[in-house]
């Protein structure tokens, strides 16, 4: 008999039923031309878990009780459960290299995306989660029932700190809850971060003092790992409650770091998830945005950018307000996160952004829609504002306009038209 080359079909058990401490990844899977579903998915099992391509002149009977199962297979959609014993305990980067990492590359798969990861108690007990969660982020701040509302200055990049920190001022007086810098806004030679965030922070206790609402600043501390601890502790000395980290271009490893020392100086963190589309957007490879969102909840993010379905970012609703709703559910210790919806917002989309997320636990975020206001920043930060008090009054944006000039010059000027 001839001797057998592969073992990938050895990882296909359809009637293998999970335990309760195995962990769970759903994939999308399109075989390579000539090959077989159950040959591709035991590929994907094998390659992510004890597999090779060739079987094995010794084999120890343990080492098969950690092969991973292909369990379920249901048209391209393909279930795999991998034993506990294979993830190193609270190591986001060994996870990924095990269910997001060879897999992709195989010639076996034409297109390979994955869905979700289900993570057992004892796999998820070993991270921290959020800081301050949903719940926490609104007692610090004393916003209830209100989306809270953000503004990154525009131009993106360009305003010298004094430049910004005066913009900054504007906002944060016609309302606007915090500013945010932009995902590529760090140190730059006609900004600092360090003038920056003094000069935000100074205004913002001013802005505080005349107004009575607190305000945040959500500074982008994204560089290297020793940058970015450096410019944690000089947010945390001078007062800041949070920053920024992009957490895609910094990495996993560089995330879970930051956030022992974010829990360390007491800081929140907005995750800004620029460069996820490179790997998300693909309906058929790569990872889902939904995944990258449950990671960075696990590690401990209070709020990520999840899409705002109506501005000017690829994402689609059914996506979004999926993500949105495990922000928002109850997972073993881990608190609630923030979705953030950003990219292209005015004015007159606020109300159809709150409709359809069905909840008021949102960061919204408008820049242009505020630095492009006919009126000035000020004006444009109120018309923010009055479009959402005017929702959650229910009343019809072109009625509130009638009270609120600043409403009446946004509608006026960008009308209710979805960015392109």
Request: overall charge neutral; hydrophobic content about 40%.
């Amino acid at each position: 008999m001839e001797e057998r080359i592969d073992w990938y079909l050895d990882f296909i058990d359809l009637n293998y039923k999970p335990s309760k401490t195995d962990l769970i990844a759903y994939f999308y899977v399109e075989p390579a031309e000539n090959i077989s579903m159950e040959e591709a998915a035991g590929r994907v099992a094998s390659e992510s878990s004890v597999g090779t391509w060739t079987t094995l002149t010794k084999l120890p009977d343990r080492i098969k009780d950690l092969m991973a199962r292909v369990y379920e297979i249901n048209g391209n959609i393909i279930k795999i459960a991998y034993p506990l014993d294979l993830w190193e305990p609270g190591s986001i980067p060994q996870l990924l290299s095990g269910v997001a990492g060879n897999i992709f590359g195989m010639k076996a798969v034409k297109n390979l995306r994955l869905l979700d990861v289900i993570l057992p108690e004892e796999y998820v007990k070993h991270f921290r989660g959020p800081e301050y969660g949903i719940d926490g982020v609104r007692s610090l701040f004393k916003i209830y029932d209100r989306p809270i509302t953000a503004t990154v200055p525009k131009p993106k990049v360009g305003y010298d700190s004094d430049e910004f920190a005066e913009v900054a001022y504007e906002i944060y007086s016609g309302g606007i809850d915090f500013i945010k810098d932009d995902e590529n806004l760090t140190s730059l030679s006609f900004n600092k971060f360090e003038d920056r965030a003094r000069k935000v922070l100074k205004v913002r206790d001013r802005v505080e003092n005349e107004t009575g609402e607190r305000k945040g600043y959500l500074a982008n501390i994204t560089s290297t790992i020793k940058e970015m601890e450096k410019r944690a502790k000089l947010v945390a000395d001078l007062g800041g409650e949070y920053v920024m980290i992009d957490i895609i271009t910094v990495g996993w490893a560089a995330l879970q770091h930051m956030r022992e020392i974010c829990h360390d100086l007491k800081l929140a963190i907005h995750a800004h998830r620029a460069m996820h589309a490179s790997f998300t957007r693909n309906k058929k490879h790569g990872i889902r945005m939904y995944v990258v969102a449950k990671l960075a909840r696990l590690i401990g993010v209070d709020n990520i950018h999840t899409g705002a379905i109506y501005g000017k970012l690829e994402g689609p609703a059914k996506d979004v307000l999926e993500i949105n709703q495990f922000l928002y559910s109850d997972w073993y210790h881990i608190k609630k996160t923030f979705p953030v919806a950003s990219g292209g917002l005015h004015p007159g989309l606020l109300p159809k952004v709150l409709e359809t997320n069905g909840s008021v636990d949102l960061f919204i975020q408008v820049g242009g829609g505020v630095l492009g206001h006919p009126m000035g920043a000020k004006a444009g930060a109120k018309a923010v504002r009055d479009a959402i008090a005017a929702y959650l009054d229910g009343v019809s944006l072109d009625e509130a306009a009638k009270k609120s000039k600043e409403l009446e010059a946004a509608l006026k000027k960008w009308h209710y038209i979805i960015p392109v």
